[in-house]
T-cell receptor, first 115, second 113 residues
Framework: AQSVTQLGSHVSVSEGALVLLRCNYS??????LFWYVQYPNQGLQLLLK??????LVKGINGFEAEFKKSETSFHLTKPSAHMSDAAEYFC?????????????FGTGTKLQVIP | DARVTQTPRHKVTEMGQEVTMRCQPI?????VFWYRQTMMQGLELLAY????????DSGMPKDRFSAEMPDATLATLKIQPSEPRDSAVYFC???????????FGPGTRLTVT
């Protein structure tokens, strides 16, 4: 069964500082991994995804994530935080279990950016 | 700019009333998902459709919830009768079955008093 754990429900960083949001997954087969972002009063929007190939994945708004199989991790990073990055971020995993593209979402990490 | 649309955006109703939420998936998408988001439970999958057929509704309370796709451009989620514990934001998402990406609508914020 697939599952995902996000470490830290709230993360605060200063504007211009490194953003690091942690995600660990559990899957019985090679997974597909995703990061979504949710701004207040909006739906989720795909930031980036890993399916196969290069383990360092670049997404929108300067975010990237690295798939580390040995650590079962898919942490999200951004070198320099911007005020507009304040939002909730969801890590998600899908391994095709259940016969379809069921995606399991983590509990989310709220990112606060301090001016 | 193709988007998933949901109506209504906000709904306040009294306990016992029927609630219908509608979703228009992105044209050409053949998968539709319904999710419920609450502070306590996070994001929960309620139902999944592929080519308008319901393939998984195991996350949905069967006694009061129902989900349908009358046609490829409309998905509905009904609650009858509604209860205060149903208060949440309900999201619809659509995608293509050869891709794992899901495109979310803006959600319907439901308040049951």
């Amino acid at each position: 069964a697939q599952s995902v754990t996000q470490l830290g429900s709230h993360v605060s960083v200063s504007e211009g500082a490194l953003v690091l949001l942690r995600c660990n997954y559990s899957s019985s087969v090679p997974p597909y991994l995703f990061w979504y972002v949710q701004y207040p009063n909006q739906g989720l929007q795909l930031l980036l995804k890993y399916t196969t190939g290069a383990t360092l994945v670049k997404g929108i708004n300067g975010f990237e994530a690295e798939f580390k199989k040995s650590e079962t991790s898919f942490h999200l990073t951004k070198p320099s935080a911007h005020m507009s990055d304040a939002a909730e971020y969801f890590c998600a995993v899908s391994d095709g279990s259940g016969g379809y593209q069921k995606v399991t979402f983590g509990t989310g990490t709220k990112l606060q950016v301090i001016p | 700019d193709a988007r998933v649309t949901q109506t209504p955006r906000h709904k306040v109703t009294e306990m016992g009333q029927e609630v219908t939420m509608r979703c228009q998936p992105i044209l050409g998408h053949n998968t539709v998902f319904w999710y419920r988001q609450t502070m306590m439970q996070g994001l929960e999958l309620l139902a999944y459709f592929r080519n308008r057929a319901p393939l998984d509704d195991s996350g949905m309370p069967k006694d009061r919830f129902s989900a349908e796709m009358p046609d490829a451009t409309l998905a509905t989620l009904k609650i009858q009768p509604s209860e205060p514990r149903d208060s949440a934001v309900y999201f619809c998402a659509s995608g293509l079955d050869r891709s794992y990406e899901q495109y979310f609508g803006p959600g319907t914020r439901l308040t049951v008093t």
